[in-house]
T-cell receptor
Framework: DTAVSQTPKYLVTQMGNDKSIKCEQN?????MYWYKQDSKKFLKIMFS???????INETVPNRFSPKSPDKAHLNLHINSLELGDSAVYFC??????????????FGQGTRLTVV | AQSVAQPEDQVNVAEGNPLTVKCTYS??????LFWYVQYPNRGLQFLLK??????LVKGSYGFEAEFNKSQTSFHLKKPSALVSDSALYFC???????????FGAGTQVVVTP
């Protein structure tokens, strides 16, 4: 069973398009995240949701909009895609905000290529 | 503000030799420290964590890490490296249990036969 699953795994699209990446976790975790990994492998947090509530919103262009219909899902919608959005996007989840078991579990990533 | 640094872009080691990947951190409160490994075209896999207790933490695949509060370090170690340990390793810090999980820049480990 896949703990954190993202779809699609690869996404190639043209500039200006709107696209979505879906993420689901079956771990029963309360907190979910989106990270962006750039071409130099640097990982930067974008958003974090706890029980469907947005708790971290880094300085991300407002073309990026997360949506959490329930605590098991955190989707990422991107409007008006730009070349600079090309990266690998990782979804992750962790058990809860408090307590010691706060390691995050990551999905396999979505490689987004904007042409 | 919290930060985490991995001073080495790449570490080269011969198979069978000890492996060390360095990490230093800066937080205002209590640090929650993590190591992750990323294989090519894969997601990040959790290796180990330090929350409290013993400074020496043991994790997956024979890895361990030592928390040093005075030096604000959390170096990853393996006594005898394998070629299959070649991967990208990330140190991460969370300030207290609900702070954001912030990653270092990553260290590429290359283990040669």
């Amino acid at each position: 069973d896949t703990a954190v699953s993202q779809t699609p795994k690869y996404l190639v699209t043209q500039m200006g398009n709107d696209k979505s990446i879906k993420c689901e976790q079956n771990l029963g975790h309360d907190t979910m995240y989106w990270y962006k990994q750039d071409s130099k492998k640097f990982l930067k947090i974008m958003f974090s949701y706890n029980n469907k509530e947005l708790i971290i919103n880094e300085t991300v262009p407002n073309r990026f909009s997360p949506k959490s219909p329930d605590k098991a899902h955190l989707n990422l919608h991107i409007n008006s895609l730009e070349l600079g959005d090309s990266a690998v996007y990782f979804c992750a989840s962790s058990r809860n905000r408090g307590g010691g078991n706060t390691e995050a579990f990551f999905g396999q990533g979505t490689r987004l290529t904007v042409v | 503000a919290q930060s985490v640094a991995q001073p080495e872009d790449q570490v080269n080691v011969a198979e069978g030799n000890p492996l060390t990947v360095k990490c230093t951190y800066s937080v205002s409160g209590n640090p929650y420290l993590f190591w992750y490994v990323q294989y090519p075209n894969r997601g990040l896999q959790f290796l180990l964590k330090y929350i409290t207790g013993d400074n020496l933490v043991k994790g997956s695949y024979g890895f361990e890490a030592e928390f040093n509060k005075s030096q604000t370090s959390f170096h990853l170690k393996k006594p005898s490296a394998l070629v299959s340990d070649s991967a990208l390793y990330f140190c991460a810090v969370r300030e207290n249990s609900w702070g954001k999980l912030q990653f270092g820049a990553g260290t590429q480990v290359v283990v040669t036969p």
